[in-house]
């Protein structure tokens, strides 16, 4: 079975069971053996905030040594989004073996009338990877109430009910008691239900679970307390229990959120050992996606997917919180929403772009206009929500606000402008072409079919069933191709597209994308920008802009790998970067705590006394200095000190490091990371190593844009040797150039790495094949490489930049 066929089939199943229960979910995991057994589990239910309290448990536990897996629904771009370990998402691969595996039992059920839905399948492969995953701790997002839910087939260690409202009534009651008591059913047998509710719900929920633990108010068990928006978009939030208090931000705005937070805490508390320190850190990294996520500064653009008028409320409270003149709504929403209540709960606004996401169950462009129409004078209705918002952004001035609401389809089109990658595909064979359509879940036929057109210039991205249409219409009549995934475009999904054509045939395609509908001329202007073509040749402020620039390594370390102890002294490594310089070095990166395998951890104050002497005596040499840390505190100090550069092997583990970055208006370094120091246990798996680290980097540079940094400064390093073996070390290097689709500088670091054990290499033996390697990331576009030997890899990148000389 194909990944698009295994995706098909979980997703024509069925969205509605006529009588709700969880037997059918329990037939599906005996059918497997019971794969679930193993993990503890926390289920968290409620009518909003369980995604956000979800997300922030499992960034807390995740500061344990514990394996962590995390379910919840919906997704914004891809289906496997819902199911994670460890922050990965499951992979093609176990997609596939799971349907292969399910789909026997699945069709003997449908044959006797008794298929199971979509949640109760997606919930069996959730438990069934935990199972298999090992993982020690799995949190579960209740899907609807919590009595006769797919997730209530487990015995949950610890539950939360967050908030209760009236919804789903037809299954759960008329009322906000007989809601809370259905969702207070998650509660667990040994310990108290953390719960946020109040009033009438906080009386059911608590006549139902027996006991509870109460956040919120200053009568709370544990009190949440919201102290606003920080200047760079977090919430300052101060949390109080009896015997343990945080002082923290998190990444999530709104009085609600500090509420959620003191949710997770507390459950977090139930199952693990966790310190204060570690709740104050994993609350910090809780990102979540589409809610309150402010995604631009200058006019300010907030996506929220409130769909409700609960949610539409605290939507209204926190924008209350934020400096700002007039507002802008950009709204699409489903069909069985409350749209008069939903517009009734926001503030007025100065204007209204309504818009229609690409799916069925969307409702009418027209009919939210004709309920806006009632708030604002200038309502106006857009058939995409990719161009409602290029319209909104474009009439609003620096210091108005543009809110994106009402769905999570609606914030997840809208999203795609600040995270889409149109990656730039190596093609030279048949082979490589049939590995780009193959990756794309092109059919078979398809593959035979176009693998002899993609000898031009290839792009590959995520697009709407719409777009993805029009744009295979388009191509043909120009001479090009566009394949499209095998994936069901009946699917609410997004469609993996391969363009194949010459620039001439790119450049026309521009011309008749322009000033069309569904949000096709804002991909022109991404696609534009890839191909860098009709833009103009920018000013030049760094060395990596003109032609591959040479990092060099300085560790000013007792132990790393290949250079331990040679520079401890300040005198030392001051001489050695002196060497550099006269070799002609365009960067030194001084790091003063090593990341090898099996590396202890250094203490913060002990590698800034090493990192920051040396950057104070370089600091006035003719050479651009960075600190590679993986620490804020750290990176801070070097930057006072004098240096230019940070350049985080974590990839922004640390999450001030890149608040430390856009303060200081300095190039940051970010790296696929999946351990630092290197786990040489971890067995980490890939579908595509390529387009997997793309990927998970993409949401790395988004987190840094966010912080205030442009495109052109956050520089990406694909982290050859961290989580990967050495054949997709060499893969990296191989495709470097598709990492541009990232929009700013590569940087490869492969300096006598153990990859290099793969042509039977030891370490004393790699530096030619380092100088190799340099050439080989120069030719396919690196703009930077890190290494130990300056000399040798200098002149390997000008014999590269003399082979595209145009001097006689």
Known sequence: MRYDEAANFLLDLRRYRPSPGTESTADLLSWLDDPHEGPEYVQIAGSNGKGSTARMLERVLAETDLDVGLYTSPHLDDVR????????????????????RIQPRVTEQAADNDAPTFFEVLTTMALWYFGTENVDVAILEVGIGGRYDATSVVDPVASGVTSVTLEHTSVLGDTIAEIARDKATVAPAE????????????????????????????????????????????????????DWAVETTIPLL???????????????????????????????????????????????????????????????????????????????????????????????????????????RAEDQDVLSTVFERHSDDVRARSSVEGAVDRAIEG????????????????????????????????????????????????????????????????????????????????????????ISGLNDQHEEYLDVVLMGTLAQYNRLLDKLDGQPFGLSVFADELQDTLDIRSDSPETAYPWETGTAVMGILNVTPDSFHDGGLYETTEAAVERAEEMIAAGVDIIDVGGESTRPGADPVPPEIERDRVVPVVEALQDHDVLLSVDTRRAAVGRAALEAGADILNDVTGLDDPEMRFVAATHDVPLVVMHSIDAPVDPTADVEYDDVVDDVLAELAETVHRAEQAGLDRSQIIVDPGLGFGKTQRENFALLDRIDEFHALGGPVLVGHSHKSMFE?????????????????????????????????KENVDAVKTVLATRSDDG
């Open 81 to 100: 989004e819902r199911i994670r370990v460890n922050d990965r998402i499951i992979p093609e691969s176990a997609v596939t073996a799971f349907a292969e």
């Open 191 to 242: 310990r108290p239900l953390v719960t946020g509710t109040t009033g009438a719900a906080l009386e059911a929920v608590s006549e139902t679970a027996g006991r509870v633990v109460t956040v919120g108010g200053p009568d709370a068990d544990v009190t949440a307390r919201y102290g606003g928006a920080t200047e760079h978009y977090e919430g300052r939030v101060d949390l109080d229990a009896e």
């Open 758 to 790: 793969a042509i039977d290499l030891d370490a004393d033996e790699r530096g030619p094949a380092t100088v190799a390697a340099t050439a080989l990331a120069a030719d396919r576009g690196a703009d930077i490489v890190r290494v130990h030997d300056v």
């Open 254 to 360: 709104g009085a609600h959120q500090a509420r959620n937070a003191g949710i997770a805490a507390a459950l977090a508390r139930q199952v693990a050992d966790v310190t204060d320190a570690d709740l104050a850190r994993g609350l910090r990294k809780g990102t979540w996606p589409g809610r309150f996520e402010v995604v631009d500064r200058e006019p300010l653009v907030v996506l929220d997917g409130a769909h409700n008028p609960g949610g539409m409320t605290a939507v209204a409270e926190t924008l209350a919180d934020l400096s700002y003149d007039d507002l802008h709504v950009v709204v699409g929403s489903m069909q069985d929403k409350d749209h008069a209540g939903m517009a009734d709960a926001l503030p007025e606004p100065a204007s209204v772009l309504t818009c229609r996401p690409d799916t069925d």
């Open 396 to 483: 609003a001035d620096d210091d108005d606000c543009v809110l994106v609401t009402g769905s999570l389809s609606t914030v997840a089109e809208a999203r795609r402008r600040w995270t889409r990658c149109l990656v730039p595909r190596t093609v030279d064979s048949l082979n490589d072409a049939a590995r780009v359509l193959e990756r794309a879940h092109v059919t078979s036929p398809g593959i035979w079919r176009m693998r002899a057109k993609g000898d031009h210039r290839v792009i590959s991205t995520r697009v709407q069933k719409r777009q993805a249409q029009y744009l295979k219409e388009e191509m043909l009549s120009l001479g090009g191709e566009c394949a």
